[in-house]
Protein backbone atom coordinates (compact mmCIF):
# COMPACT_ATOMS: atom_id res chain seq x y z
CA UNK A 1 0.00 0.00 0.00
CA UNK A 2 1.91 2.93 -1.28
CA UNK A 3 0.18 5.47 1.15
CA UNK A 4 1.03 3.52 4.03
CA UNK A 5 4.41 3.08 2.99
CA UNK A 6 4.83 6.89 2.77
CA UNK A 7 3.66 7.63 5.72
CA UNK A 8 5.64 5.25 7.33
CA UNK A 9 8.66 7.47 5.27
CA UNK A 10 7.14 10.78 6.05
CA UNK A 11 7.61 10.16 10.16
CA UNK A 12 11.01 8.15 9.96
CA UNK A 13 12.06 11.02 7.95
CA UNK A 14 10.73 13.81 10.38
CA UNK A 15 8.33 15.19 7.56
CA UNK A 16 5.81 14.39 10.20
CA UNK A 17 6.29 14.55 13.66
CA UNK A 18 4.43 12.88 16.82
CA UNK A 19 3.84 14.51 19.65
CA UNK A 20 2.67 13.20 22.47
CA UNK A 21 -0.55 14.31 24.17
CA UNK A 22 -0.67 12.13 27.36
CA UNK A 23 -0.21 12.81 30.80
CA UNK A 24 2.16 10.65 32.13
CA UNK A 25 0.28 8.08 34.78
CA UNK A 26 1.91 8.04 38.38
CA UNK A 27 0.91 8.01 41.60
CA UNK A 28 0.47 11.71 41.75
CA UNK A 29 -1.01 11.93 38.80
CA UNK A 30 -3.88 14.96 39.64
CA UNK A 31 -7.65 12.99 39.87
CA UNK A 32 -10.89 14.94 40.29
CA UNK A 33 -12.30 15.34 43.70
CA UNK A 34 -16.11 15.45 44.43
CA UNK A 35 -17.07 16.62 47.43
CA UNK A 36 -19.31 14.63 49.95
CA UNK A 37 -21.58 12.89 49.36
CA UNK A 38 -20.16 11.74 46.05
CA UNK A 39 -18.53 8.69 45.51
CA UNK A 40 -14.64 9.18 44.25
CA UNK A 41 -12.30 7.36 42.08
CA UNK A 42 -9.23 6.50 42.76
CA UNK A 43 -5.52 7.36 41.82
CA UNK A 44 -3.39 5.52 39.79
CA UNK A 45 -1.17 2.86 41.92
CA UNK A 46 1.09 -0.09 40.43
CA UNK A 47 1.18 -2.88 42.26
CA UNK A 48 3.91 -5.50 42.07
CA UNK A 49 3.34 -9.02 41.36
CA UNK A 50 7.06 -10.09 40.62
CA UNK A 51 10.34 -8.65 39.88
CA UNK A 52 13.21 -11.33 38.89
CA UNK A 53 12.91 -13.02 41.92
CA UNK A 54 11.01 -16.05 43.91
CA UNK A 55 7.95 -14.60 42.87
CA UNK A 56 8.67 -15.03 39.20
CA UNK A 57 12.38 -15.09 38.69
CA UNK A 58 12.46 -13.96 35.17
CA UNK A 59 9.97 -11.61 34.52
CA UNK A 60 8.84 -8.51 36.20
CA UNK A 61 4.78 -7.13 35.92
CA UNK A 62 2.62 -5.47 38.05
CA UNK A 63 -1.53 -5.24 38.65
CA UNK A 64 -2.67 -1.60 37.92
CA UNK A 65 -5.30 0.03 40.19
CA UNK A 66 -6.86 3.18 38.72
CA UNK A 67 -9.91 4.74 37.70
CA UNK A 68 -11.54 4.99 33.95
CA UNK A 69 -11.45 8.62 34.79
CA UNK A 70 -7.51 9.14 35.60
CA UNK A 71 -5.18 10.97 33.82
CA UNK A 72 -5.33 11.47 29.98
CA UNK A 73 -9.12 9.94 28.87
CA UNK A 74 -12.03 9.69 27.07
CA UNK A 75 -15.20 10.25 28.29
CA UNK A 76 -17.63 7.67 26.68
CA UNK A 77 -21.28 9.15 26.05
CA UNK A 78 -22.49 6.88 28.79
CA UNK A 79 -20.48 8.59 31.18
CA UNK A 80 -23.50 10.86 31.56
CA UNK A 81 -26.91 10.28 32.69
CA UNK A 82 -28.10 12.25 29.28
CA UNK A 83 -25.78 9.50 27.45
CA UNK A 84 -27.07 6.41 29.05
CA UNK A 85 -28.19 5.12 26.12
CA UNK A 86 -25.01 6.06 24.05
CA UNK A 87 -21.77 3.88 23.44
CA UNK A 88 -20.03 2.81 25.86
CA UNK A 89 -16.00 3.35 25.78
CA UNK A 90 -15.70 0.03 23.52
CA UNK A 91 -17.99 1.26 20.88
CA UNK A 92 -16.69 4.16 19.93
CA UNK A 93 -15.98 3.64 15.89
CA UNK A 94 -12.32 2.84 15.29
CA UNK A 95 -12.76 5.84 12.58
CA UNK A 96 -13.26 8.43 14.91
CA UNK A 97 -10.04 7.12 16.76
CA UNK A 98 -8.34 9.36 14.55
CA UNK A 99 -9.35 12.16 13.55
CA UNK A 100 -8.21 16.14 12.42
CA UNK A 101 -8.25 18.83 15.23
CA UNK A 102 -8.77 22.67 15.49
CA UNK A 103 -6.63 23.59 18.56
CA UNK A 104 -7.66 27.09 20.04
CA UNK A 105 -4.90 28.63 22.15
CA UNK A 106 -6.76 30.47 25.18
CA UNK A 107 -3.60 30.70 27.29
CA UNK A 108 -3.64 34.19 27.50
CA UNK A 109 -6.88 34.54 29.11
CA UNK A 110 -6.60 31.69 31.43
CA UNK A 111 -3.62 33.21 32.78
CA UNK A 112 -5.19 36.18 33.61
CA UNK A 113 -8.22 34.37 34.61
CA UNK A 114 -8.44 30.93 35.54
CA UNK A 115 -12.57 30.79 35.74
CA UNK A 116 -12.16 31.94 32.28
CA UNK A 117 -15.22 30.49 29.89
CA UNK A 118 -14.76 30.01 25.95
CA UNK A 119 -17.84 31.71 24.46
CA UNK A 120 -19.24 31.10 20.78
CA UNK A 121 -17.66 34.64 19.81
CA UNK A 122 -14.77 33.25 20.24
CA UNK A 123 -14.99 30.26 18.26
CA UNK A 124 -16.70 32.46 15.26
CA UNK A 125 -13.40 34.71 15.34
CA UNK A 126 -11.13 31.88 15.28
CA UNK A 127 -13.14 30.30 12.56
CA UNK A 128 -13.06 33.62 10.60
CA UNK A 129 -9.07 33.23 11.02
CA UNK A 130 -8.24 29.77 10.41
CA UNK A 131 -11.91 27.94 8.89
CA UNK A 132 -14.43 25.93 9.80
CA UNK A 133 -14.01 23.62 13.10
CA UNK A 134 -12.77 20.02 11.36
CA UNK A 135 -16.18 17.75 10.43
CA UNK A 136 -15.71 15.09 12.34
CA UNK A 137 -12.62 16.16 14.38
CA UNK A 138 -11.93 18.02 17.73
CA UNK A 139 -12.03 20.99 18.86
CA UNK A 140 -8.67 21.10 21.44
CA UNK A 141 -8.73 23.90 23.84
CA UNK A 142 -5.34 24.82 25.10
CA UNK A 143 -5.07 26.86 28.49
CA UNK A 144 -1.78 26.05 29.65
CA UNK A 145 -3.51 24.28 32.18
CA UNK A 146 -1.00 21.09 31.31
CA UNK A 147 1.63 23.33 33.37
CA UNK A 148 -0.02 23.15 36.63
CA UNK A 149 -0.43 18.80 36.12
CA UNK A 150 2.76 17.46 38.25
CA UNK A 151 0.52 19.19 41.23
CA UNK A 152 -2.88 18.10 42.47
CA UNK A 153 -3.54 21.17 44.49
CA UNK A 154 -2.36 23.66 41.81
CA UNK A 155 -3.81 21.59 38.89
CA UNK A 156 -7.13 21.40 40.83
CA UNK A 157 -7.04 24.86 42.02
CA UNK A 158 -9.78 24.67 44.56
CA UNK A 159 -10.23 27.06 47.61
CA UNK A 160 -13.40 27.11 49.50
CA UNK A 161 -15.91 28.11 46.74
CA UNK A 162 -14.66 25.13 44.67
CA UNK A 163 -12.54 24.65 41.85
CA UNK A 164 -11.07 27.58 39.68
CA UNK A 165 -9.99 26.05 35.79
CA UNK A 166 -10.94 27.67 32.92
CA UNK A 167 -13.77 26.04 30.08
CA UNK A 168 -16.59 26.46 28.32
CA UNK A 169 -19.80 28.63 28.74
CA UNK A 170 -23.66 27.20 28.91
CA UNK A 171 -24.53 28.48 25.29
CA UNK A 172 -21.22 27.37 24.11
CA UNK A 173 -21.31 23.53 25.23
CA UNK A 174 -25.09 23.70 24.06
CA UNK A 175 -23.36 25.08 20.68
CA UNK A 176 -20.67 22.40 20.25
CA UNK A 177 -23.36 19.94 21.49
CA UNK A 178 -25.85 20.57 18.56
CA UNK A 179 -24.35 23.02 16.11
CA UNK A 180 -20.44 22.12 15.71
CA UNK A 181 -19.49 19.09 12.84
CA UNK A 182 -17.24 17.91 15.71
CA UNK A 183 -16.79 14.56 17.51
CA UNK A 184 -15.88 15.78 20.65
CA UNK A 185 -14.11 18.47 23.21
CA UNK A 186 -9.93 17.99 24.49
CA UNK A 187 -8.99 20.35 27.43
CA UNK A 188 -5.79 20.36 29.52
CA UNK A 189 -7.79 20.41 32.89
CA UNK A 190 -8.82 17.18 35.22
CA UNK A 191 -12.26 17.33 32.75
CA UNK A 192 -14.53 19.21 29.78
CA UNK A 193 -16.34 21.62 32.10
CA UNK A 194 -14.98 24.32 34.13
CA UNK A 195 -14.48 24.28 37.52
CA UNK A 196 -16.88 26.33 38.24
CA UNK A 197 -19.70 24.10 36.29
CA UNK A 198 -21.30 22.58 39.19
CA UNK A 199 -23.17 26.39 39.76
CA UNK A 200 -24.35 26.54 35.85
CA UNK A 201 -27.86 25.83 34.27
CA UNK A 202 -27.38 22.99 33.53
CA UNK A 203 -24.71 22.17 35.64
CA UNK A 204 -21.69 20.55 33.68
CA UNK A 205 -22.62 21.73 30.66
CA UNK A 206 -20.20 20.01 28.91
CA UNK A 207 -20.74 16.58 30.08
CA UNK A 208 -24.48 17.01 30.31
CA UNK A 209 -24.97 18.02 26.44
CA UNK A 210 -21.96 16.93 24.58
CA UNK A 211 -22.30 13.33 26.06
CA UNK A 212 -25.55 13.16 25.41
CA UNK A 213 -25.27 14.30 21.86
CA UNK A 214 -23.21 11.32 21.60
CA UNK A 215 -19.97 13.18 21.45
CA UNK A 216 -16.82 12.96 23.68
CA UNK A 217 -14.82 14.14 25.97
CA UNK A 218 -10.75 14.24 25.66
CA UNK A 219 -9.36 15.21 29.19
CA UNK A 220 -5.92 16.33 30.68
CA UNK A 221 -3.89 16.91 27.40
CA UNK A 222 -0.57 18.22 27.54
CA UNK A 223 2.08 19.79 24.61
CA UNK A 224 -1.09 21.54 22.72
CA UNK A 225 1.18 24.27 22.14
CA UNK A 226 3.17 22.42 20.25
CA UNK A 227 0.31 21.76 17.65
CA UNK A 228 -0.67 24.30 15.55
CA UNK A 229 -4.12 25.56 15.13
CA UNK A 230 -5.02 23.50 12.26
CA UNK A 231 -3.93 20.17 10.10
CA UNK A 232 -3.01 18.22 12.97
CA UNK A 233 -4.49 14.20 13.71
CA UNK A 234 -5.06 12.79 16.41
CA UNK A 235 -4.85 9.36 17.36
CA UNK A 236 -6.56 8.38 20.15
CA UNK A 237 -6.35 4.82 21.97
CA UNK A 238 -8.56 4.35 24.71
CA UNK A 239 -9.01 0.63 26.47
CA UNK A 240 -12.29 -1.38 24.78
CA UNK A 241 -13.53 -1.61 28.26
CA UNK A 242 -16.64 -3.10 27.71
CA UNK A 243 -19.44 -1.55 29.67
CA UNK A 244 -17.03 1.36 30.23
CA UNK A 245 -17.89 5.16 30.63
CA UNK A 246 -14.28 5.79 29.55
CA UNK A 247 -11.14 4.48 30.00
CA UNK A 248 -7.31 6.06 29.91
CA UNK A 249 -5.96 6.32 26.84
CA UNK A 250 -2.76 7.54 24.80
CA UNK A 251 -3.20 10.37 23.33
CA UNK A 252 -1.18 11.09 19.62
CA UNK A 253 -0.85 13.80 17.49
CA UNK A 254 0.62 13.95 14.12
CA UNK A 255 2.21 17.33 12.69
CA UNK A 256 3.79 17.92 8.91
CA UNK A 257 7.09 19.75 9.25
CA UNK A 258 8.52 21.55 6.59
Not at 70 to 84: C, K, Q, Y
Not at 172 to 180: D, G, K, Y
Amino acid sequence: MPLLADLHAALNQGAIEIIDLTAPLVATTPILQLPEPFANTIGFQLEEISRYDDRGPNWYWNNIHTGEHTGTHLDAPVHWITGRDGRDVSQVPLTQLIAPAAVLDFSTEAAADPDFLVEVDHIKAWEAEHGPLPEGGWLLCRTGWDARSSDQDTFLNADENGPHTPGFSVDCARWLATEAPIIGLGVETVGTDAGAAHTFDPAFPCHQLLLGANKYGLTQLQNLAQLPPTGALVITTPLPIVGGSGSPARALALVERS
